[in-house]
């Protein structure tokens, strides 16, 4: 019987291979580009948004583009007409196949539709829907943990893939708990290899959790290892500024710098008004996902708000306090909103006489008589209402 020594160190087992290899004998080679500076090739890219802001959409016009060579969003063309930045002819890149795993929308009435109202070529879009295995009955929902060869087979049977996209990726993740970190590095450890090894495009698709405090790189569905994996990430959400507008913004871009996002809106397609399709604003949008969707923004953006409506209601002379604060609650404002606001303006607070109303007016205006001038206590501060980031 063999005595067992607590802390005996114990020599490791040698590796069984080591693959070493000098950076120096490693050709350099530059990025290359599905869609230049957005959607790298090689690599995996998340793109990620609240439902309803067009993420789908947006990868059916990816792929519309891909499968005909049409000129990406972004690139320096005349106008084609209608001024939306849809498809045009004319070879932007080479042409080339997308596979497709689509779990939300119904490739008949859905996504086929959608594709050719975009102009893409639907002979060259392959939709992976399911797999059989042996000894198993039925069909079987693709799983990323344990069916990545079965998507290797399809990319080299079809031969020319430049994009594959997962819609959502979450649904492709039977057999791993998206929230580990340590489950979704060994799924997408392999997906990222698969993709440099084939060369192809990898968009994954993922929806914003509701965590509205925090900032917009920690809010992708899942865990963390989803964007840490990826090279691009971009996201979808509203512009507060103008009612149906969507931006296409920046979140992570390692391989290209200086990128700016764009703007887009969903509208019926020429074709059928029952098909919508993604119609691009030309220019740049000089804006980051934080600045657009972190609801940290979004308070100081509330808080300008609050400043411009109380520099309105004191415009024309000095006004009772507690009648600012009730019409602010009524205008929607948080009562710390509005003090905030109001030490930004510095608004002069003031009473005509002992026990008489306090009065607020903008600094500079003509005095009033005044026989205390001490500052209005500050109630105590009150909690900021809820902000919730698209």
């Not at 350099?28 to 580009?33: G, K």
């Not at 009473?351 to 003509?366: D, I, S, V």
Request: with cysteine; proline share 7%.
């Amino acid at each position: 019987m063999s005595a067992k020594w607590p802390g005996y160190p114990r020599a490791p087992k040698p590796p069984s291979h080591v693959w070493l290899t000098r950076l120096s004998v490693i050709a350099s080679r530059a990025v290359a580009w599905l869609w230049p500076g957005r959607i790298p090739l090689g690599k995996v890219t998340l793109l990620v948004g609240d439902p309803g802001r067009g993420k789908s959409l947006m990868a059916l016009d990816m792929a519309a583009r891909v499968t005909t060579g049409a000129h990406w969003p972004d690139d320096e063309l005349p106008g084609n007409g209608d001024g939306l930045g849809s498809p045009e002819p004319g070879a932007s890149g080479p042409v080339g196949s997308v596979i497709l795993l689509t779990a939300e929308d119904d490739t008949a009435d859905t996504v086929r539709p959608r594709l050719e109202a975009a102009g893409g070529d639907p002979a060259r879009v392959v939709v992976l829907r399911a797999i059989q295995k042996a000894g198993c009955e039925g069909d079987l929902m693709f799983s990323l943990a344990h069916d990545l060869e079965v998507l290797d087979a399809c990319i080299r049977q079809c031969g020319d893939v430049r994009l594959v996209v997962l819609d959502p990726v979450s649904a492709y993740l039977v057999g791993a708990d998206s929230h580990s970190n340590a489950d979704m590095r060994a799924v997408l450890s392999p997906l990222r290899t698969l993709a440099e090894r084939t060369g192809v495009a990898v968009l994954a698709i993922s929806h914003l959790t509701k965590k509205a405090d925090a900032a917009v790189m920690y809010r992708a569905m899942g865990s963390l290892a989803f964007v840490a994996a990826a090279r691009a990430v971009w996201a979808v959400g509203p512009d507060r500024q103008a009612a149906g507008r969507l931006l296409f913004l920046p979140v992570k871009c390692n391989l290209a710098g200086g990128v700016t996002g764009l703007a887009y809106r969903i509208v019926p397609s020429a074709q059928s008004p029952d098909v919508p399709v993604l119609a691009w604003e030309r220019g740049a949008v000089a804006l980051s996902a934080e600045e657009a969707l972190d609801a940290r923004a979004n308070a100081i953006t509330r808080r300008e708000q609050a400043g411009t409506w109380l520099e309105c209601v004191l415009a024309n002379g000095p006004k009772p306090a507690a009648q600012v604060e009730e019409q602010a609650l009524a205008a929607g404002f948080s009562l710390i909103t509005l003090r905030r606001a109001r030490r930004e303006l510095e608004v002069e607070t003031y009473r005509t006489g002992f026990g008489t109303t306090w009065l607020w007016r903008l600094a500079g205006e003509a005095d009033e008589p005044v026989v205390e001038a001490t500052p209005q206590a500050e109630a105590p501060a009150l909690e900021p209402p809820a902000v919730h980031a698209v």
